[in-house]
């Protein structure tokens, strides 16, 4: 149950009977458990769901005037589509444009719906214009005018041409509120600059050095800036790390080159190499989250986009294709187990056995599968390393075969008294556990030079190998031995 809701209807258990009252009574645990540290606090939840029930727009305000833009996004988030309507309504002029930056796209969108036109304008007009871009770029086409027109002309212009360039791209990600100066400046006529400027970005890291063609050749840090003497020479100070992001770049090639490379901020140049923006680095960390998340989710057939605040019919649609995928693979794997009708039907101790080799055969698989989709997002997975990490793997996969061989062997002859049947379920389990550790590596590796996603399909491939080749190997050898 969302925190929201479990809030809410503690406050109504607190107002049921003899009329209403603040929900004072509720008391929060004395110490936060670590985990909870930024969680929001249930009390102060109940006291705004309180607020919004009364319609109480000053006491809303009072309460909602300590919480972070990034907290209001997530109580947005996790109470009720009922709830968040009043909310919004009752919040009316305070919504500001941040608390819509930090939004989840799906809520944002909602949001937006119910928003006075005029709160909507005064908010986007607080915004970054990479904040814009991302606000508009998940919305038709008349919300979008709708919000650039209550843009001033410049802005509209420098968000107008944002959204020209690809999706997922540098020029989408990037922010056109660009510090640059020139290369031949020194440290007095930059500081002079800055303190003469009324239009600086809220927030920045480094100033531009630019040649006379408005090309980035090196960034300076504020911190080395101000700690230097007026006279110095701005290049002799620039940072040693410098990379220049082409505007077409893939946001996900961006982030890594920010993991990688330890960025703050990186200058956007066009096809021209002249400056056109710059990306800074918490941008380049959401999308390095996002690219991340995307992952997990692929990887358990859930879709890509899946949230908490999705609907039963969003959840379902994007979970049933995935379901039908497995559900033919488990078919083919019962397949393959009715080509040993047969044997199953004279040692009845088969059935019982061969989910186990299949199980561990699927578990094995999913370690190798996880570590090689990571590896390849991160790059560290590369040709040069490929064959080693697949030799490791199928090492590996022998090695553990052998283990759960020798302890399966064991348990058989305990359970079942046969030493063929024994030696069965362990040649399988090593040959399984083998291909399985190969498996995992192996198909994220074709699916991704093949430019398919490897998280979107890998698991169900190697589901199917493990399961396949499971059985196979398991009665396969039992009905070579005991038949």
Request: net charge negative; with cysteine; aromatic share 6%.
């Amino acid at each position: 149950m969302p925190v929201g809701a479990l809030s809410y209807l503690l406050c109504n258990a607190q107002t049921s009977g003899t009329g209403m009252s603040e929900p004072e009574q509720i008391t929060a645990p004395e110490e936060t458990p670590e985990d909870d540290a930024y969680a929001l606090d249930r009390k102060a939840v109940a006291s705004i769901l309180y607020a919004v029930d009364t319609g109480d727009r000053d006491k809303l305000i009072e309460l909602m005037e300590p919480l972070h833009a990034a907290d209001i996004a997530d109580l947005l988030e996790q109470i009720n589509a009922f709830d968040r309507m009043r909310l919004v309504k009752l919040y009316d002029r305070e919504f500001d444009g941040d608390i819509l930056s930090e939004l989840d796209e799906t809520i944002r969108e909602e949001i937006i719906h119910v928003l006075h036109p005029q709160v909507l304008a005064d908010a986007v007009r607080d915004l970054e214009s990479d904040d814009v871009v991302d606000l508009l770029e998940d919305l038709d086409k008349r919300q979008q005018d709708a919000i650039l027109e209550v843009l001033e002309d410049s802005d509209r212009i420098a968000v107008e041409k944002s959204l020209t360039y690809p999706e997922y791209s540098a020029g989408r990600l990037m922010q056109r509120e660009v510090v640059m100066a020139p290369e031949h400046w020194n440290v007095g006529e930059a500081i002079d600059y800055l303190r003469a400027t009324e239009n600086l970005p809220e927030q920045f890291y480094h100033i531009v050095l630019v040649d006379p063609r408005l090309r980035p050749v090196a960034n300076v840090a504020l911190g080395r800036l101000m700690a230097s003497r007026r006279e110095v020479m701005l290049q002799s100070i620039a940072s040693d790390t410098f990379h220049v992001i082409p505007v077409t770049r893939y946001e996900g090639e961006v982030a890594y080159a920010f993991n990688q490379y330890h960025l703050i901020s990186a200058p956007v140049v066009d096809e021209n190499e002249r400056l056109v923006g710059v990306i800074t680095i918490d941008d380049a960390m959401a999308v390095l989250d996002e690219e991340h998340e995307e992952d997990i989710l692929r990887l358990a057939g859930v879709g890509d986009e899946s949230r908490i605040s999705d609907t039963v019919l969003e959840t379902t649609r994007r979970r049933l294709p995935w379901l039908a995928v497995n559900l033919l693979t488990a078919v083919l794997a019962s397949l393959v187990i009715s080509q040993f009708e047969e044997v199953i039907a004279q040692v009845v101790a088969l059935a019982v056995l061969m989910p186990i080799v299949a199980s561990m055969g699927g578990n094995a698989g999913t370690q190798s599968l996880t570590v090689a989709v990571r590896a390849l997002a991160t790059k560290d997975l590369t040709s040069s390393n490929l064959w080693r990490v697949i030799g490791r793997e199928l090492a590996v996969g022998l090695v553990n075969g052998g283990t759960f061989a020798l302890v399966m062997g064991v348990l058989e002859y305990v359970w079942f008294g046969s030493m063929v049947l024994a030696l069965v379920i362990a040649a399988a389990m090593v040959i399984n556990l083998a291909v399985a550790g190969l498996a995992g590596i192996a198909i994220p590796v074709v699916l991704d030079k093949l430019k398919v996603d490897p998280a979107l399909a890998s698991g169900t491939f190697v589901t199917t190998v493990t399961d396949v080749v499971g059985f196979f190997a398991f009665l396969g050898l039992a009905q070579l031995v005991l038949l």
